[in-house]
């Protein structure tokens, strides 16, 4: 199985600062992971896709990028809908692997 | 719009079975798998399969073969979770998520929270 590790786990932010959340895989899957925010209660959206597409709908505050294994969600000016949490989702190769999930909270 | 609703929370006890159900509308149901994700309390997401709902055929992670079935009612654009017997361990909020060829997982459902105690 792809194991998929995310980091930080939780994060403390202010409103308007630039917000970095990192997956890493354990083998290489090509562009196939994406990123979602979850708010408590609700469904998961759908932020970025392939690893850097944006989703339709979907604030520019949010990008994606990727270099080898390693996978980053950046939120260039953290708003207050922005607090919840986020998950990336490798969908290279079944087993489907999650990161562990970064709460995203207000400093 | 896209939606996935699935149905209500639901308070079990060892060894019951519980039935949830996903309903989709906004697009044809039989062009996109349906896929079932478990969460925990506290813990991570994990991924349990999915069904071809064109064909009707599921196909299910390791962890997740045994005590869970995967079942359409396609008419009424509908995929459905059972698990029998239930464990304390099946305690969770189950997801359905729609794949699409071109996105992945694009939308879920809210998810429905299964309590499983005596």
């Known amino acids: 199985d792809i194991q998929v590790t995310q980091s930080p786990s939780s994060l403390l932010a202010s409103l308007g600062e630039r917000v970095t959340i990192t997956c890493q895989t354990s083998?290489?899957?090509?562009?196939?992971l994406n990123w979602y925010q979850q708010k408590p209660g609700q469904a998961p959206m759908l932020l970025i896709y392939?690893?850097?597409s944006l989703q339709t709908g979907m604030t520019s505050r949010f990008s994606g990028q990727y270099s080898g294994r390693s996978f980053t969600l950046t939120i260039t000016s953290l708003e207050p809908e922005d607090i919840a949490n986020y998950f990336c989702l490798q969908h290279y190769s079944a087993p489907y692997t999650f990161g562990a999930g970064t709460k995203l909270e207000l400093k | 719009q896209i939606q996935l609703v699935q149905s209500g929370p639901e308070l079990k006890k060892p060894g019951e079975s519980v039935k949830i159900s996903c309903k989709a509308s906004g697009y044809t149901f039989t062009d996109y798998a349906m896929h079932w994700v478990k969460q925990a309390p506290g813990k991570g997401l994990k991924w349990m399969g999915w069904i071809n709902t064109y064909t009707g055929k599921p196909t299910y992670a390791d962890d997740f073969k045994g005590r869970f079935v995967f079942s359409l009612e396609a008419s009424a654009s509908t995929a459905n979770l059972q698990i029998s017997n239930l464990k304390n361990e099946d305690t969770a909020t189950y997801f359905c998520?729609?794949?699409?060829?071109?996105?992945?997982?694009?939308?879920w459902g809210q998810g429905v929270m299964v309590t499983v105690s005596s």
């Open positions: 998520a729609r794949r699409s060829s071109r996105i992945g997982f694009d939308y």
């Open positions: 392939y690893a850097t």
């Open positions: 083998q290489s899957i090509s562009n196939n």
